[in-house]
């Protein structure tokens, strides 16, 4: 049963016109659960979460702290694709060898790096921040902007990469994109 759930929402994600690929029978050689483009799906989440924390870290009034900052985006995103990868890994979860999971968890893991590379950038603003002395608002605000267009270029990469045509494409960018704004919106009202 919990296969045909699976085939159900692998098809639910797929555009028009293209089908899910087949499940493996009995689990032989299957990886845990991951199509062609799901590694940009990291991308997305791990710039959201970059984002976010960018907002959330330092607080008006408060001594700006690039180095500390950097360091807690990066562990949270590291931590994110662990959680991640590991529930991915047990809503898989089959009866084989304790061998076999152990090879699964690990690969269920690794196929989280994205998430933890689309962190980058935001890192590296932040360690940049702290080498050049730069101004806690302005990081923030060229942060959120350069995640934004990230967001715009993920999910339009994404929608190009599974078969959409380029004004879907674009405009699931613009739908990724308003993620970012909302951030940016948020971050604006909040403080």
């Known amino acids: 049963m919990n296969e045909d759930v699976n085939e159900d929402v692998n098809e639910a994600q797929q555009p028009h016109g293209q089908a899910a690929q087949p499940a493996l029978p009995g689990g032989a050689g299957s990886r845990p659960g991951r199509r062609g483009a799901d590694w940009m799906f990291g991308g997305v989440y791990g710039t959201v979460l970059a984002s976010a924390l960018l907002a ?4 008006k009034g408060e001594q700006f702290t690039p180095y500390y900052d950097a360091s807690w985006v990066l562990v949270t995103a590291a931590t994110a694709g662990l959680a991640h990868g590991y529930s991915h890994h ?4 089959r ?6 999971r152990w090879r699964m968890l690990g690969l269920a893991l690794w196929n989280e790096w994205p998430l933890i590379v689309a962190a980058l950038p935001t890192v590296l603003l932040l360690v940049a921040a702290g080498v050049f002395d730069w101004d806690a608002y302005a990081v923030t605000a060229v942060g959120l902007g350069v995640n934004t267009a990230l967001l715009f270029a993920w999910g339009a990469l994404v929608a190009l990469r599974v078969g959409y045509r380029l004004g879907s494409a674009l405009a699931i960018g613009m739908a990724d994109a308003t993620i ?3 951030i940016i919106v948020a971050n604006a009202v909040i403080k």
Request: zero cysteines; charged letters at 5%.
């Open 90 to 93: 047990m809503a898989s979860h």
């Open 180 to 182: 970012g704004l909302a």
């Open 95 to 100: 009866q084989d060898s304790a061998g076999h």
């Open 56 to 59: 959330a870290l330092h607080q």
